[in-house]
C-alpha cells in the first residue's frame, strides 16, 4: 500500500485566521467563545458561540487574503473559510503553482457537516417575504457541501478526485481518512482534505439548542460554558471555520524535497446502530472505531502520547468517550495525555475532524500537548487520565489519535505520527 | 455621467468585484468584467430593486454592456 504523508496545513478558527495564529492561542489558552454578534441573540437559550474574528480583530480573519469579492457575495460563509484554509494549505506545502500533469493527480476532499444553513434561512426569507423572483441565482451553488471542493478546484484546476463527505461532527475526520486511501489505493498523488462549518445563524443557534445539546448555563460568562470532563458541563458551544490538510504520497513528497508533518497510519470508522443523537450507552462505536484505526496502524497503544478527544461538553458524551479510551487504553492509560480543544475554540461540527487533525500534527512538531480549559472540578471517571487541565503541557508526542463522533451514530478515527 | 449610469455603476462594482474605472459605458458584463450568465440574472435582480422596474428574460437577454443596462432602465422610467 502507498503511504501518506501531510505536507501543508491550513485553518480558519474562532482563534486565528490562519494555522500558526490559532496555534499560538490555544497553546497560551485562550478562549474563542463570546456572546454572538452576528445577529441578536438576546430570545435564544443560548446566547453565545465562538465565532470567527472580524479581521480588525486581534486574531481576525480575512477573506479577501484568499476568495475574490465577488464568491465571497454568492456563497454561504462555510465555502469562504475553506478556500481559504485551502489555499493556506496549498502554499505551505509549495504546491499553488502545480503542472497541468501534477493537478490531473491532485483532488479534493473537503466536506461539511451542514452546509449553506444561513443562507438557506435567508433566502427561505426572501422567498417568503418577496416572490420567488427574487431569489438569488447563486443560491443553490452557493449552498452545496460539496462546493468547497468545487470552487477549491476550479481555483487552483485540481482534476483529481472530487469529493465531499457529508457525516455530522465525524465529517473532518471522514474525509482526511477517506482522502488518505484514495491516495493510498492510486487514485490520487496529492488530495486537499479536511471540513468546513458556518452555522451560527438564528435557525442554527435555534435547532441545536431545541436538541438539547448546546450550553445553556454560561451566557453570562461565555468562556467558561465549553468546559469538557467537568462536572458543571452542560452542552456544547457552537464553533465555526475550517481545516485543510494537503495530503500527499509519501515518494511525491520525498522527491519534490517537501516538508513532512506526520504519516497518516491509521483510519477507523464505525456506526453507533443506536440513536439518532444519543451515543450507544457503552460507547462501543467509539471503541470500535479506535480500535479499527489503531489496528490499521500497526502501533501498539504504549506508542501512541496523544489523544485529541472529540470531548464536546456534553454530560452524556464526554463521559461514554472516557470510558472507551479508558477500555482500550487499559494498563496504558498513564503514559498518555487526552485534551478536548473544543474547550477553547468549541465545537466546528464538520470542522471539528480536520483543525483538530491539525492540533494533533502541531502537537508532535512542538512536542506540546493543548489544554482542556475550564476542567476545574473532573468528573469522577476521569481519574487516572490526564486531561491537561487549563495549560498546555510539553512533553513527548510521538503519535496521536483523533477521534470524531458524530449526529446519525458515525465515528471516525485517525491515528499519525510523526516521521 | 447620468444619475441612472452612477446607479447602474455602483451595484455593478459591489456585484462583480471590479474596479470602478473598468465600469465604463461600453464594457461587456461577460468579455469585459468577469461576469457569467448567473451574474447577470443576479445584476437583473439588483437592478430591478433599485429601480423599480421590471426587466423581462426576452429584455434581460439583450442587456451585454453597462450601456444596454443604462438605457433599458431609462426607457423605462
Known amino acids: 500500500m502507498r503511504r501518506v504523508v501531510v505536507t501543508g496545513l491550513g485553518m480558519v478558527s474562532p482563534l486565528g485566521g490562519d494555522v500558526e495564529t490559532t496555534w499560538k492561542n490555544i497553546i497560551a489558552s485562550k478562549s474563542g467563545a463570546a456572546r454572538i454578534e452576528r445577529f441578536d441573540p438576546t430570545e435564544y437559550k443560548c446566547r453565545i458561540a465562538c465565532e470567527v474574528k472580524p479581521a480588525d480583530h486581534e486574531y481576525g480573519y480575512d477573506p479577501a487574503l484568499d476568495v475574490d469579492h465577488k464568491i465571497q457575495r454568492q ?42 444553513l444561513p443562507g438557506i434561512e435567508s433566502e427561505s426569507l426572501v422567498l417568503a417575504n418577496k416572490g420567488p423572483s427574487r431569489v438569488s441565482p447563486h443560491f443553490v451553488h452557493g449552498r452545496l457541501i460539496n462546493l468547497i471542493s468545487g470552487q477549491v478546484s476550479i481555483k487552483y484546476g485540481l482534476m483529481g478526485p472530487n469529493h465531499a463527505v457529508v457525516t455530522a461532527c465525524s465529517t473532518g475526520a471522514h474525509s482526511i481518512g477517506d482522502a488518505a486511501r484514495m491516495i493510498a489505493m492510486d487514485d490520487a498523488d496529492v488530495m486537499l482534505a479536511g471540513g468546513a462549518e458556518s452555522a451560527i445563524c438564528p435557525i442554527g443557534i435555534a435547532g441545536f439548542a431545541q436538541a438539547r445539546a448546546l450550553s445553556t448555563a454560561f451566557n453570562d460568562t461565555p468562556e467558561k460554558a465549553s468546559r469538557p470532563y467537568d462536572v458543571n458541563r452542560d452542552g456544547f458551544v457552537m464553533g465555526e471555520g475550517a481545516g485543510v490538510v494537503v495530503l500527499e504520497e509519501y515518494e511525491h513528497a520525498k522527491k519534490r524535497g517537501a516538508k513532512i508533518y506526520a504519516e497518516v497510519i491509521g483510519y477507523g470508522l464505525s456506526g453507533d446502530a443506536y440513536h439518532v443523537t444519543a451515543p450507544h450507552p457503552e460507547g462501543s462505536g467509539g471503541y470500535r472505531s479506535m480500535e479499527m484505526a489503531l489496528r490499521k496502524s500497526g502501533l501498539s497503544l504504549s506508542d501512541i502520547d496523544y489523544v485529541n478527544a472529540h470531548g464536546t461538553s456534553t454530560p452524556l458524551g464526554d463521559e461514554l468517550e472516557l470510558g472507551a479510551v479508558k477500555r482500550l487504553f487499559g494498563d496504558n492509560l498513564s503514559t498518555m495525555s487526552m485534551s478536548s480543544t473544543k474547550s477553547a475554540i468549541g465545537h466546528l461540527l464538520g470542522g471539528a475532524g480536520a483543525v483538530e487533525s491539525i492540533f494533533c500534527i502541531l502537537a508532535m512538531r512542538d512536542q506540546i500537548v493543548p489544554p482542556t480549559l475550564n476542567l476545574d472540578e473532573p468528573s469522577e471517571s476521569c481519574a487516572g487520565v490526564d486531561l491537561v487541565p487549563h495549560v498546555a503541557k510539553e512533553r513527548k508526542v510521538r503519535a496521536v489519535l483523533n477521534n470524531s463522533f458524530g449526529f446519525g451514530g458515525t465515528n471516525a478515527s485517525l491515528i499519525m505520527k510523526a516521521i | 455621467m447620468s444619475e441612472t449610469a452612477d446607479r447602474v455603476k455602483k451595484i455593478v462594482v459591489e456585484h462583480l468585484g471590479v474596479e470602478a474605472e473598468k465600469v465604463t459605458e461600453d464594457a461587456s458584463f461577460i468579455d469585459d468584467l468577469g461576469a457569467d450568465s448567473l451574474d447577470i440574472v443576479e445584476l437583473v435582480m439588483a437592478f430591478e430593486e433599485e429601480f423599480g422596474v421590471e426587466i423581462p428574460d426576452d429584455a434581460a437577454e439583450k442587456i451585454a454592456t453597462v450601456k444596454d443596462a443604462i438605457d433599458y432602465i431609462d426607457s423605462k422610467q
Open chain 1, 75 to 116: 456563497v454561504d460563509p462555510f465555502i469562504v473559510y475553506g478556500i481559504s484554509a485551502a489555499s493556506q494549505a496549498l502554499r505551505d506545502a509549495g504546491l499553488d503553482d502545480m503542472s497541468e500533469e501534477e493537478r490531473l493527480r491532485a483532488g479534493c476532499s473537503i466536506g461539511s457537516g451542514i452546509g449553506g
